[in-house]
């Protein structure tokens, strides 16, 4: 089994990123419009899954969430977020919409997911998935590293990683 990382957007002009692990396929930030989802698989040559198991979002700002709706739908997956994010994006009435217990782990298909809040203008969490072969962290616009996010990150083997310049994680 091997997981693959695809970072399709990172940036204010959208964020989303796939994470594959064996037959469980979780997209990570609904930033980029459908559209431009499916152009950016195609220019690495390869279709837009269809088997995606959930769309976690890690907090509210349109760079990161504008196009949930959109995912889930075209997708059929649900929307995973944390309940103060949750509370703050707009999903249509037929999206499943489900929180998670930030600090908690959840799980989805054969990848356990462990978050932690992280200091942002709004609700963040920063995440760790963890499979039976890796584990990945994923910590997008951190302006200050705070005190124990080194400790939750400690253990994964690929870190996906934005930050503001000059700050080291320690």
Do not use: W
């Amino acid at each position: 089994m091997r997981v693959r990382v695809t970072i399709l957007g990172s940036g204010s002009e959208g964020n989303a990123l796939l994470l594959e692990s064996g037959a469980t396929s979780v997209l990570i930030d609904a930033g980029l419009s459908h559209r431009k989802l499916v152009q950016r698989f195609a220019a690495i040559g390869r279709q837009a899954p269809t088997n995606i198991a959930a769309l976690v979002v890690t907090h509210s700002h349109s760079d990161h969430a504008a196009h949930a709706s959109t995912y889930a739908t075209r997708l059929g997956c649900p929307v995973r977020a944390s309940e103060a994010t949750m509370q703050s994006i707009r999903l249509k009435p037929t999206v499943q919409a489900e929180t998670f217990a930030v600090g908690r782990r959840f799980v989805v298909g054969d990848i356990t997911i462990h978050s932690r809040s992280i200091p942002h203008d709004a609700p963040q969490v920063a995440l760790v998935f963890e499979t039976k072969v890796t584990t990945v962290g994923l910590v997008t616009d951190l302006g200050h590293v705070p005190k124990g996010l080194g400790a939750f990150l400690g253990e994964c083997e690929t870190l996906c990683f934005g930050q503001s310049p000059g700050h080291r994680l320690t």
